[in-house]
């Protein structure tokens, strides 16, 4: 939507970078990596990992990890970036850590599959980062959004 008074968009205003909006509707995070898979329909494939536990989770929160077959701390699901994946996904963002998979990844995740829906994975050498895992990625934690650095994460965890 455009501001009447300035004519900018209300991402611009609020100064959020590196939105796109899709053809859809939908906003997405700015360029995607290249190295990531790519699906059918020519958008990439997400890694979705659970990183904190079940203890104080919000029944909400809760059910829609369920729905992206999230049960357990370490486990992960490769996705496609679909609209109504992505708004779960924003919604348990302070539980996951997400980004683009690229296809050695995914090669390397077949070989530790246990289930046709989800991969369990151990915790990762040397830790999930300098801050932990209640911080943002941005901050030097581990939740949130992390694009192409996801795969760096998963071979650490395989």
């Not at 829609?64 to 490769?78: A, D, G």
């Not at 990844?105 to 830790?127: D, Q, V, W």
Request: some cysteine.
């Amino acid at each position: 939507m455009k501001s009447e008074n300035t004519g900018k968009s209300e991402d611009a205003e609020r100064g959020t970078p590196n939105r796109v909006e899709s053809a859809s509707g939908f906003k997405e995070p700015g360029k995607m990596s290249e190295k990531a898979v790519k699906t059918p329909s020519g958008k990439q494939k997400l890694a979705v990992i659970r990183v904190r536990g079940v203890t104080g989770v919000k029944s909400e929160i809760k059910d829609t990890m369920s729905m992206l077959c999230l049960h357990r701390k370490n486990f992960c699901v490769v996705l496609e970036p679909k609209p109504s994946v992505m708004g779960m996904v924003k919604k348990a963002k302070d539980f996951i850590t997400w980004g683009e998979i690229s296809d050695a990844t995914i090669m390397a995740l077949e070989k530790k599959k246990t289930s046709a829906k989800y991969y369990r994975l151990n915790p990762p050498r040397k830790g999930f980062g300098r801050k932990g895992i209640k911080v943002p990625f941005v901050s030097g934690g581990a939740l949130g959004y992390r694009g192409d650095r996801i795969n760096d994460l998963i071979i650490r965890m395989l």
